[in-house]
Each structure stands twice: as structure tokens, then as C-alpha cells.
């Protein structure tokens, strides 16, 4: 009855600005442009590298998450059913 998760972790300070860190399972710490987790994330893997740029602006990288996630959806029925962001 082990729990297992990887993480992502998303944030802003002043100092370094934007950044997201993966922690796959194997438990390394990743800094990444981007990243991608869960059941959903084989079916928009080719969509986000197509479609990620590291110069989003706020509004862009906030489109670009839920038409990621509402892509995944699409594909995988345990992605669940509603899109909910708060910025």
C-alpha cells in the first residue's frame, strides 16, 4: 500500500522570475521550460512541444495550459471533465 506521485512545481519570485521544476518519480529535481504529468500527457506531448514558446505572455501561457489540458480530456477519459484556472 506504497503512495506514489510525481510533482510539478510552478512558481514566480523576484529574484529568478518564472520558473517549473519536475520531480518525476525517480525523485530528481528537474528545471524545466516546461513540463507535462498524469494519464492525459501521452496523448499532448507532440502538441505541447509544437506549440510551447518560451516567450508566452501571461495570457498566451494561460491559453496554452487549458487548451493542453482540454485536449487531454478529449483523449483520455480519466483527465476528468472541467477546466478550472485561477490567476
Given at each position: 500500500n506504497n503512495l506514489q506521485a510525481g510533482l510539478i512545481v510552478a512558481g514566480w519570485d523576484e529574484v529568478d522570475g518564472p520558473s517549473v521544476w519536475s520531480i518525476p518519480l525517480g525523485g530528481s529535481l528537474l528545471k524545466v521550460p516546461f513540463?507535462?504529468?498524469?494519464?492525459?500527457?501521452?496523448y499532448i506531448l507532440?502538441?505541447?512541444?509544437?506549440a510551447y514558446r518560451p516567450d508566452f505572455t501571461r495570457e498566451e501561457c494561460e491559453a496554452f495550459v487549458v487548451k493542453a489540458v482540454s485536449l487531454a480530456m478529449a483523449r483520455d477519459g480519466s483527465s476528468g471533465g472541467m477546466i478550472r484556472t485561477l490567476t
Amino acid at each position: 500500500n506504497n503512495l506514489q506521485a510525481g510533482l510539478i512545481v510552478a512558481g514566480w519570485d523576484e529574484v529568478d522570475g518564472p520558473s517549473v521544476w519536475s520531480i518525476p518519480l525517480g525523485g530528481s529535481l528537474l528545471k524545466v521550460p516546461f513540463t507535462i504529468g498524469g494519464s492525459g500527457s501521452a496523448y499532448i506531448l507532440g502538441w505541447c512541444d509544437q506549440a510551447y514558446r518560451p516567450d508566452f505572455t501571461r495570457e498566451e501561457c494561460e491559453a496554452f495550459v487549458v487548451k493542453a489540458v482540454s485536449l487531454a480530456m478529449a483523449r483520455d477519459g480519466s483527465s476528468g471533465g472541467m477546466i478550472r484556472t485561477l490567476t
